[in-house]
């Protein structure tokens, strides 16, 4: 039994247009220790997952059903008030713009103090003795001074660095980062991300980071999850799914960011039309209306039926969501060449 | 009409510049195409500057607070930047946030009015001309903006937001302005029939391609981008660049390319520049640039960009950790700025401000310990030419060798790091 394990969860959302299925059918596990990353593009579904198991949704706009067990427990059977206790103790969040998530008339250390009060009994002043100890973990220097700080006072780097403090206060032992780095330089990301690896590795804790920067994924995580419209398209781990990517979707990602140190003359080549609607997603394969390889498939399925999520040709855990016969052979011939004509030389 | 179903093909390779629009999204040659119109890959150096900027400033005066709003500092956004854009090229402006490249881009707009410096557009000087003045340049100058989302009137159609240009510069009589407006949207891969929408009917890629009609909707010759992507989603980035290229290959625009990420500044731009706190401390061609960095702050820049390739052939570029944050514009340190975070900083560097000197045939860096990564010299190289002993105070007996200017250009002969001499090609 895995320490986290999601099963077939659907977050939907009725509306009077119709039903959004921001997640419909997800399932992965994490274990202590380890890192997922889940990646895919805005709509994609990927932070209305992570929301729901921190039980963030309301009942009255959101239908969550499905399964999540965080340590045999499922979230979505416990009690509002049970999943309070748990919020913030057991699994906590980091958000992307440490500005809007923190509260701009209260001191940080108040903000990071009032965490940890909340789950222990203790009094103000060991609960921010607690704080600047948490403060100088995570690299803030004079943590004594800086605790009496506004967040205004501190900069992008430094205030994610106390949301981080935040989110650690209570040992939490399931961790969800949604794009902690996205509104940072790339300096200071590089700070973030190996602070975050180190306290990782202090904390035993299971790590969720949820990001479209493949790069970040790359360094981070030891397995990856990619969302298309709400649904996993491809899931193995980090190593596999971007050395031997056998999903369309996936190919689209790596073939259209540039590279540091990739060829300038070797092309982007762009996922053309846009990411779906999630009221009305495109019938079977939801990424099919922007698939270059759609034509392969015969019978017109990729349009007519949902392909399920199978085995890849390597096996190993990885799993992707497609028609395609010997997608691995389609990558190494047609779609390595394109992106990447030097790593074709090295094989 | 599905958001879909849109005409979305002029980011696809190989797509013939006029004439799109009329077929269906989605072709299944994407992947096969050879040949595609490739802007600013190859490099236009030998073109002469259509920009020079000189020696450029931008101060933004800190006022106190109460009644008496007294200036007590200044913010110096832009301190003394020079460099050349020649016609029909790309020059990448990177950098992390309140380096000032914005204020740069601004400036060159002239939507700033620069403190000191000259910027000369097609050999005018436009730093210090009037407002009434500006119009005629406005034709010449624009800018794409970053944000699709607040960049475009929410009360205006598209054909208004494109065609607003040529009313004002009564370029086209008022009955041909909605002709012209669709022919931009169709150079932009969008559907012309659109032009009565409002922009609360477009995605955001659509939008950014909105934009990008308004800045063509003149026939610029300059172009400033700033950021132009990084509000996209990654697979609509790349929609947006290859339009980008595009445009800049068919209508032979220069591009000034400020953006924060280098991996989409290098597949862009042949030539780049390095900023940090208000200074250009390294220049290069887009090879120098990335293959040979020798200043610490380009190989740390570049050594903390996360990459998929690294880690897919198993291994990780060894990161230099850059500690602290960017010290405040209004008190930079005494110098070079970079010193407070540099690992290889020495007295000198506290002293004496390091000269934009140039090392390459186009290769220009701003350290006294300039050289490429792990071969940093012990003595500053830089101390015999502006006449300072290697702490940095003043040496009686030598005088500055070489003059050390701050030209915009590059010269035909450049101090070479290994010979410890003069050189030339």
Not at chain 1, 42 to 53: D, L, Q
Not at chain 2, 383 to 399: N, R
Request: proline share 8%; charged share 25%; hydrophobic share 35%.
């Amino acid at each position: 039994m895995s320490f986290l394990s999601v099963r077939d969860l659907r977050v939907h959302f009725p509306t009077v247009d119709g039903i959004v299925k921001a997640t419909d059918g997800l399932s992965f596990d994490l274990e202590k220790g380890k890192t997922l990353g889940i990646v895919g593009e805005s709509g994609s579904g990927k932070s209305v997952s992570t929301s729901a198991i921190l039980g963030l949704h309301r009942h009255t706009n959101a239908v969550v059903s499905g399964e999540i067990l965080l340590d045999g427990v499922d979230l979505l059977k416990i009690s509002d008030e049970d999943m309070r206790r748990r919020r913030g103790r057991d699994i906590a969040m980091i958000f992307q713009d440490p500005l809007s998530s923190m509260h701009p008339y209260y001191r940080v250390g108040n903000q990071i103090a009032e965490a940890y009060r909340v789950h222990h009994d203790v009094s103000r002043k060991a609960a921010r003795a607690r704080a600047i100890e948490m403060l100088d973990r995570v690299g803030i220097p004079q943590p004594d001074r800086r605790v009496d700080d506004y967040p205004h006072q501190f900069s992008g780097g430094m205030r994610q660095r106390a949301m981080i403090a935040m989110a650690l206060i209570n040992n939490p032992s399931l961790l969800i980062a949604d794009e902690p780095t996205t509104a940072l330089d790339v300096t200071v990301q590089a700070q973030i991300l190996d602070l975050l690896q180190d306290l990782q590795r202090d904390f035993d804790a299971a790590v969720m980071i949820i990001t479209h920067d493949l790069g970040v994924v790359a360094e981070m995580a030891h397995d990856v999850l990619v969302m298309y419209g709400g649904r996993c398209v491809e899931y193995g781990s980090t190593k596999e799914i971007l050395t031997h990517p056998e999903m369309p979707y996936t190919w689209g990602l790596l073939s259209s960011i540039p590279e540091v140190d990739a060829d300038p003359e070797a092309k982007l080549v762009p996922i053309p039309g846009n990411p779906p609607s999630l009221l009305s997603p495109p019938s079977g394969c939801h990424f099919h209306p922007r698939c270059a390889y759609r034509e392969r498939v015969p019978g017109d399925l990729c349009r007519t039926v949902t392909p399920e999520l199978t085995p890849g040709s390597r096996g190993d855990g990885h799993l992707k969501r497609c028609h395609l016969a010997n997608p691995e052979i389609v990558y190494e011939q047609e779609v390595l060449p394109q992106i990447a004509p030097d790593l074709v030389e090295e094989r | 009409m599905s958001d879909q179903q849109l005409p979305t093909s002029v980011g696809m390779p190989g797509d013939n510049p006029k004439g799109r629009g009329e077929d269906g999204p989605t072709e299944s040659t994407q992947y096969i195409e050879t040949e595609r119109p490739h802007g600013a890959v190859r490099a236009h150096f030998d073109a002469e500057p259509i920009l020079e900027v000189r020696d450029l400033r931008m101060y933004f005066p800190v006022r106190s607070a109460g009644i008496i709003r007294r200036t007590i500092g200044h913010v110096q956004a832009v301190d003394g930047i020079s460099f050349q854009l020649p016609r029909g090229g790309s020059l990448g402006l990177v950098g992390e946030s309140g380096c000032g490249k914005s204020t740069t881009g601004r400036m060159i707009t002239r939507l700033y009015e620069p403190t000191a410096g000259a910027i000369e557009f097609e050999g005018r000087d436009i730093a210090k001309t009037s407002a009434r003045g500006l119009k005629p340049l406005r034709r010449e100058v624009q800018m794409i903006f970053q944000d699709p989302y607040t960049s475009l009137n929410p009360r205006h159609t598209v054909g208004s937001i494109v065609g607003a240009p040529l009313a004002i510069h009564n370029v086209v009589p008022k009955n041909k302005i909605i002709p012209r407006v669709q022919e931009l949207l169709e150079i932009v891969g969008l559907n012309p029939e659109h032009y009565n929408r409002y922009p609360h009917e477009f995605s955001g890629g659509q939008r950014q391609r909105i934009g990008i009609a308004r800045a063509l909707t003149l026939h610029p010759k300059l172009l400033v981008a700033d950021e132009p992507v990084s509000a996209l989603d990654v697979s609509i980035q790349a929609q947006v660049i290859n339009l980008l290229q595009e445009v800049q290959a068919e209508f032979d625009i220069a591009f000034l390319f400020i953006a924060h990420d280098l991996a989409v500044v290098r597949h862009f731009c042949p030539e780049v520049a390095v900023m940090y706190l208000g200074k250009i401390v390294e220049i290069a061609d887009r090879d120098s640039l990335y293959n040979h960095p020798n200043h610490p702050y380009t190989q740390a820049l570049l050594s903390a960009v996360p990459d998929v390739r690294q880690a897919a052939i198993g291994g990780r570029r060894e990161r230099i950790r850059l500690e602290g944050d960017v010290p405040s514009p209004i008190n930079p340190p005494s110098g070079c700025r970079f010193r407070t975070r540099c690992a290889i900083a020495q007295e000198i560097c506290a002293r004496v401000e390091p000269p934009l000197l140039q090392i390459g045939k186009r290769h220009k860096v701003a350290c006294h310990f300039a050289g490429e990564l792990g071969h940093h010299p012990d003595r500053p190289v830089t101390a015999p030419l502006l006449g300072v002993d290697d702490t940095g105070t003043p040496d009686p007996g030598a005088s500055p060798s070489i003059e050390v200017g701050n030209d915009p250009g590059y010269a035909d002969t450049w101090f070479d790091l290994e010979r410890k001499t003069m050189a030339s090609a």
